[in-house]
C-alpha cells in the first residue's frame, strides 16, 4: 500500500509539473547543467535568498536615516484666520466687529547634543546592517551546501539505476540460457520458474530506483526554483582519483578556523556588539538635550471698519526673526529611561546566548562532518578490497551456475 501511495504521490508531482510552461523544458534539454551552473542559477533565484536580500537593503535604509537625525528640521507654516462678533476695541468698549489675518513662518531645529543617543544610534544600524549581510552569505552559503547535496545525491541514484539496469541484462542472459536448457529437456521447469521470477524482481527493482532518481532530480530543480523537472538532467564529472589514506583535520582544528570566517558567526558577533551598543542608546535618556532653533515668521492683519496697511506692506513691516537655544533636562520620566536599560541588557544577555548556541551548533556540525568522512574513508578502503572480490566471487558463481552445480538462490546473491 505505501508503494502504491509513493507511485500515486510521483504520478500526481509529475502531472503538475507536466502543465508548467514548454519553453522552458526547451532550455532544460538544450544543455546539461553543471555544478556550479546550479549553484549560480540558485544563488540568482533562490526565494529565501532574495528575501534575505530585501532584509539587507531594509537594514541600509534603517542606517541612512539613523544618520540623517544628525541634519537640520526645515518646516514652513500658513495660516488664515478669520474672526466675527463682539471684540474688544482700542478704547476699552465691545463692539461688533469682523478681523482677520495671515501669518507665514519658516522654521529650523537642529540637534546639538543628546547624550549620545545619534552617535550610538548610527553606529548600532551599521553593525545591523553587516550582520544581515553576513547573513545573507550564510544564506547563499546553505543553499550552495544543498545544492552539492542534491547535485551527488542525483550522480548517487543514478549509478544506482545504472546498476538496476545491469542487474535486468545479466538475468535475461540467464533467462535465456535456462530457457534454451529447459527447450532441450535438461533442466526442469521450476528452475525456469526461479529464472523468470528473478527477471521480474529485478525489473520491480529497476523501475523503484527510476523513481528514487526522478525524486532526487525533482529535489534539486525545486532548490533552483524551476518550474519543471521534465528534461532536466546533470552533468556526469569525470571521477579523478583521490587519496584514500589522506590525514583529516581534527574537529578542533576545523573549528578554530571556520569561527573565524563562517558567517552565522560573525552575524552573531555583529548583533552583540550592536546590543552593546543599544544599552548606551538607552542610558543617553538620563543625559540632557541642547538644541538650537531658529525661525522667520511675518503677518497681516486687518479689522473691518479701521483702515489697514497694505498686505505687502505689513508682510515687510511685521517680519520677525528668532534665534534659540533649548536645553532640555530630564528629572522624572516615570522610570522610562531605567526600564529602558534594563530590557537593553537583556537583550545584550539573550545575545550572548545566541552566539553560544551558534558556535555550539557549528562544532557540532563539524563533529558530524568529521566523522562521517572518516567512516566513509574506512568504507572506501573496504570497498576497494570488497569489489575485487565480489568480482572474482561472481565470476566463480557464474561459471558454477551455467554448469548446474549452483542454485538459482547463490547466483541470485552472488549477482
Not at 502504491?4 to 523544458?25: E, G, K, P, V
Not at 544581515?132 to 552539492?148: C, F, G, H, R, T
Not at 560573525?266 to 552593546?276: D, H, I, T, V, Y
Amino acid at each position: 500500500m505505501n508503494r502504491q501511495n509513493t507511485i500515486l504521490h510521483i504520478i500526481c508531482i509529475t502531472a503538475i509539473y507536466l502543465c508548467a510552461s514548454a519553453t522552458t523544458s526547451t532550455i532544460l534539454a538544450q544543455e546539461k547543467w553543471t555544478l556550479s551552473k546550479c549553484i549560480k542559477y540558485a544563488i540568482d533565484n533562490n526565494i529565501s535568498i532574495k528575501q534575505q536580500e530585501l532584509n539587507v537593503e531594509n537594514y541600509k535604509n534603517s542606517l541612512n536615516s539613523a544618520k540623517n537625525t544628525r541634519l537640520p528640521s526645515l518646516n514652513a507654516s500658513a495660516n488664515q484666520n478669520f474672526n466675527f462678533g463682539r471684540g474688544l476695541t482700542i478704547d476699552n468698549t465691545y463692539a461688533n466687529r469682523n478681523t482677520q489675518s495671515t501669518s507665514f513662518n519658516i522654521g529650523t531645529d537642529i540637534p546639538i547634543y543628546t547624550g549620545g543617543q545619534i552617535s550610538n544610534t548610527i553606529k548600532a544600524r551599521k553593525l545591523d546592517l553587516l550582520a544581515a549581510i553576513a547573513d545573507l552569505q550564510y544564506s547563499k552559503e546553505n543553499i550552495s551546501i544543498q545544492i552539492v547535496s542534491s547535485y551527488l545525491e542525483i550522480l548517487f541514484q543514478k549509478d544506482l539505476l545504472k546498476v538496476a539496469a545491469e542487474q535486468i541484462q545479466l538475468s535475461q542472459m540467464q533467462e535465456k540460457r535456462i530457457q534454451a536448457l529447459f527447450n532441450n529437456g535438461k533442466i526442469a521447469e521450476t528452475n525456469l520458474a526461479e529464472i523468470k521470477a528473478n527477471v521480474a524482481n529485478d525489473q520491480l527493482a529497476y523501475v523503484q530506483q527510476e523513481n528514487n532518481y526522478n525524486l532526487a532530480v525533482l529535489t534539486l530543480t525545486q532548490l533552483l526554483e524551476l518550474p519543471t523537472p521534465e528534461n532536466f538532467e546533470i552533468e556526469t564529472p569525470g571521477i579523478e582519483d583521490f587519496a584514500v589514506d589522506a590525514t583529516l583535520p581534527t574537529p578542533q582544528q576545523i573549528y578554530t578556523e571556520a569561527s573565524m570566517c563562517k558567517p552565522q558567526i560573525e552575524a552573531q558577533n555583529l548583533r552583540l556588539k550592536s546590543a552593546e551598543r543599544n544599552i548606551r542608546i538607552a542610558r543617553s535618556g538620563y543625559y540632557p538635550n541642547i538644541n538650537f532653533g531658529a525661525g522667520i515668521n511675518t503677518n497681516y492683519y486687518k479689522t473691518s471698519g479701521f483702515p489697514a496697511a497694505t498686505f505687502s506692506d505689513q508682510m515687510k513691516d511685521n517680519l520677525n526673526k528668532s534665534l534659540s537655544f533649548s536645553l532640555s533636562i530630564p528629572i522624572f520620566n516615570r522610570f522610562n529611561t531605567r526600564n529602558s536599560i534594563r530590557t537593553a541588557k537583556i537583550q545584550h544577555n539573550t545575545q550572548l546566548l545566541q552566539l553560544e548556541e551558534t558556535r555550539k551548533t557549528l562544532y557540532k556540525e563539524i563533529q558530524q562532518a568529521y566523522y562521517n568522512a572518516v567512516a566513509a574513508q574506512k568504507q572506501c578502503k573496504s570497498s576497494i578490497i570488497a569489489e575485487e572480490a565480489s568480482e572474482t566471487s561472481f565470476n566463480l558463481m557464474t561459471a558454477k551456475y551455467s554448469n548446474g552445480k549452483a542454485t538459482s538462490t547463490e547466483y541470485q546473491e552472488a549477482k
